[in-house]
């Protein structure tokens, strides 16, 4: 007797949903890992920004020097470059690593007191420059550039510290202006009253 083995088989259609499904689950998980690199690349370039601006600020006090944080489009690439410039010279290694010139590829626009052509902020004692740094992922001739990612970093002046809030962290605006300090704001308290009592004028 002659036994047939009944088999299973997918057809041409079945084979086809299976391949969309997958596909589709690909073209998912590709997007988002494509938004979450361009959020952190956005955001690890303002930190940069940010970085570049407290070291000015700490080169200013530790130095008694003027220092100038520079942020210009290069003519070549079109895209934005910083460096920061001291007027004391410095060591040759020193200088390399302070004065080198970083650029930027996430962040593609910046506006500063109504300023987007080449910035210069002063630090400088007694008188530092004031506004909100504004950096965007869009760029100025965008429409829809305030709709992108931004990182605002305020500059109130000499002698308050520098603070940063991004459009990104809901949980990061909540945040009092204390707790995003750069510096222990004991040390500012002290360094100014030390000031303020050789001040002969006070």
């Known amino acids: 007797m002659i036994h047939f083995v009944k088999k299973s088989y997918f ?5 086809l949903i299976v391949l969309f499904i997958i596909s589709f689950g690909v073209i998912l998980t590709g997007v988002k890992i494509k938004e979450v690199y ?12 940010l970085s570049h601006l407290a070291m000015a600020q700490d080169l200013m006090l530790i130095m008694d020097t003027d220092v100038q944080f520079k942020m210009t ?3 070549e690439s079109k895209q934005l470059t910083f460096w920061v410039q001291v007027e004391k010279p410095l060591e040759e290694a ?12 996430a962040i593609q626009s910046y506006e ?3 300023q987007s052509d080449d910035l210069i902020i002063e630090f400088s004692l007694g008188s530092m420059s004031q506004g909100i740094l504004t950096l965007f992922e869009g760029k100025q001739d965008d429409s829809h ?5 931004h990182f605002e970093i305020e500059l109130p002046g000499y002698p308050t510290p520098l603070a940063s809030k991004s459009s990104n962290s809901k949980q990061q605006q909540k945040k009092s202006d204390k707790s995003q300090l750069l510096y ?16 002969p004028t006070s």
């Open 11 to 15: 057809t041409l259609l079945e084979l």
């Open 38 to 49: 361009q959020e952190q690349r956005f955001l690890s370039e303002s930190q940069q920004v």
């Open 73 to 75: 489009k290069n003519p």
């Open 94 to 105: 020193w200088a390399r690593f302070v004065e080198r010139k970083i650029e930027l590829s």
């Open 112 to 114: 500063f007191e109504g």
């Open 145 to 149: 550039r305030t709709d992108k990612r």
């Open 184 to 199: 222990p704001i004991e040390v500012y308290e002290k360094l100014y009253a030390d000031s303020d009592q050789q001040d």
